[in-house]
């Protein structure tokens, strides 16, 4: 039986059912949910064991169950996390640190550890950046916003529509397996094939992607943004709908329409879609920012890596390693870059 997606109040991508198909695509031996309690109701963490040399020592690391392919991390379920779990999690694993990047302020995990508490270690620290775009306005109020770059757009566009191509959006899992492997094709077209980077390309990724997709599909949580030249997918926008965000998982174009943009222009007509959507309130292009999402962007969304450290030997070396420790280099580089600015002195400074 598919386990259900996140509620509304939560992220999509800590949902049992995407962390199913994670764990089933990248997990190992030493990956699993680590649960709360014994009840049905009772939280879960999806995990990954590590470890994490620091000089001399080795430190037995559990990991947020998460890699280049995961948006958002956060406890699975419901129940209301604690300092105390993390101790106790710590303890069932064997492990000295818990280490969990891409997590949110609003998430339950954030709520649980960003308080200090009495006698244990926690850190949080920044992790990514991602790009969004507030869709509660007016869409011809953000065009307006962008300046040149929409009549950049906007001329982009009427060339698309005069040589005839066409905008699509995918939902159902019956388009979806039509046309899932021209985009797929169209993803390994560019710099991503020629790197052997592409999701077709990677086995685990693929498994990953085939399995996942067509069961957000089923449950009304997928839209794919499809530009076409006649029978031909030129490029794509693959999104994830929930609790009112539009997130952008993976976008891509053909690369022998370079010239003409097509990444830019689906882009463009995604955009225009969610304002025009009132389902949607954030579009989220996720992270890492680049350059183009900041095009794009009216606001910005951080993600941290939160930490916390056993109370031990060995978490006292974690909490040495991913805490004290580069506040304590960022120090003195601040300190010995202010020691060298005041021991050079100008020739105006020698003769007063």
């Known amino acids: 039986m598919a386990q259900p997606w996140a509620d509304e109040g939560s ?21 699993a949910l ?7 109701s009772d939280y879960q963490v999806p995990y990954r064991i590590e470890r994490r040399r620091f000089g001399p020592v080795v430190l037995r690391v559990a990991v947020g169950a998460t890699n280049s392919h995961t948006p958002r991390f956060d406890l699975v379920g419901g129940g209301t996390p604690s300092a105390a779990d993390a101790l106790r999690m710590m303890k069932d694993l064997g492990v000295s640190v818990l280490m969990f990047p891409f997590v949110s302020l609003d998430s339950k995990l954030a709520k649980a550890l960003a308080p200090p508490t009495r006698g244990f ?29 929409a009549a950049e757009w906007r001329a ?15 939902s159902s899992a019956d388009d979806l397996a039509r ?11 560019g710099w ?24 957000l599909a089923i449950g009304g ?11 031909r997918i030129i490029a794509f926008h693959l999104c994830t709908l929930h609790g009112g965000r539009l997130s952008s998982l993976k976008s891509g174009y053909a690369e ?13 007509w995604m955009v225009k879609w969610a304002f025009e959507n009132p389902d949607v309130r954030v579009l989220d292009f996720l992270g890492p920012v680049t350059q183009t999402k900041r095009q794009w962007a009216t606001g910005y969304e951080e993600l941290f890596t939160f930490y916390a450290f056993r109370r031990s030997a060995a978490g006292a070396a974690g909490w040495f390693r991913w805490s004290a420790g580069p506040r304590l280099k960022q120090w003195w580089k601040r300190i010995s870059t202010k020691k060298a600015d005041n021991a050079i002195e100008t020739p105006e400074q020698e003769r007063t």
Do not use: M
Request: hydrophobic share 40%; glycine share 8%.
């Open 179 to 189: 046309v899932w492997d021209d985009v797929l094709a169209v993803e390994a077209s």
């Open 156 to 170: 982009k566009e009427r060339r698309a529509l005069k040589a005839g191509n066409r905008f699509q959006v995918v």
């Open 192 to 215: 991503k094939g020629r790197e052997g980077t592409a999701i077709r390309q990677v086995p685990q990724a693929k498994k990953f992607y085939d399995g996942v997709c067509r069961e």
């Open 256 to 268: 022998e329409f370079a010239k003409e943009s097509p990444g830019q222009v689906v882009r463009w």
């Open 34 to 40: 680590w649960s709360s309690g014994p009840r049905e």
């Open 221 to 231: 949580k997928l839209r794919l943004f499809l530009q076409w030249r006649g029978d």
């Open 121 to 149: 270690g926690t850190f949080v620290d920044a992790c990514e950046v991602a790009s969004v775009i507030d869709c509660t306005g007016h869409w011809e109020a953000y065009v307006e916003s962008r300046k040149t770059r």
């Open 11 to 31: 992220t999509l991508f800590s949902s049992r059912a995407w962390f199913d198909h994670w764990l089933a695509a990248f997990g190992d031996a030493s990956s």
